[in-house]
């Protein structure tokens, strides 16, 4: 089947502008994750949901930033009033339950943020 | 807290000739080790996990508690294995599972 898809690919916004990035989990998948990955740098946790409940936003840089995942399969992060320092990949990543061992997450193609 | 270092950030070796990634982490609990490997222009996909003791693509990696080590290994470097590679740790915290990244080593593998 499909696995996690990412929308748009490619995002270039002005500094200031608020910007939305969608994921699309594997069908019927729990768990679902962001992360954010500077350049040269690994990917960083920002938050994580289970079916429709955000259990954990601690990553999240800043109150500028927010995820939603409101029927439990899609999710939105969304960046308010972009700064330069927000360009980055945002990779989205989702695993069948809620992770137990041996368990994998399956990663999106992320998308690349550019802001200028 | 957790923490992966892998100090390389690029390995350059020549085919036939053996590799070892390095990574080392930092953890106070029992530590679930993964290595991940991304292509280019292809998605993060995972590559093996401690607890499975396999072996993927010729690749091998051995925990080590006393030295807080999960070194990937191949004896024999193949072209396409050119890649950036992620050692990754994962703990569970309130019922669910959280993936701390090391900052990665991009492999080449010269012909």
Known sequence: GAGVSQSPRYKVAKRGQDVALRCDPISGHVSLFWY?????QGPEFLTYFQNEAQLDKSGLPSDRFF???PEGSV?????QRTQQED???YLCASSLY????GETQYFGPGTRLLVL | AQRVTQPEKLLSVFKGAPVELKCNYSYSGSP????????????LQLLLRHISRESIKGFTADLNKGETSFHLKKPFAQEEDSAMYYCA????????????FGTGTKLQVIP
């Open chain 1, 36 to 40: 954010q990955q500077a350049l040269g």
């Open chain 1, 67 to 69: 995820a939603e995942r």
């Open chain 1, 75 to 79: 999710s939105t992060l969304k960046i």
């Open chain 1, 87 to 89: 360009s980055a990949v």
């Open chain 1, 98 to 101: 809620r992770g137990s061992k």
């Open chain 2, 32 to 43: 679930e080790l993964f290595w991940y490997v991304q292509y280019s222009r292809q998605r």
């Open chain 2, 89 to 100: 740790l994962r703990r569970y915290s309130g019922g669910y599972q959280k993936v701390t």
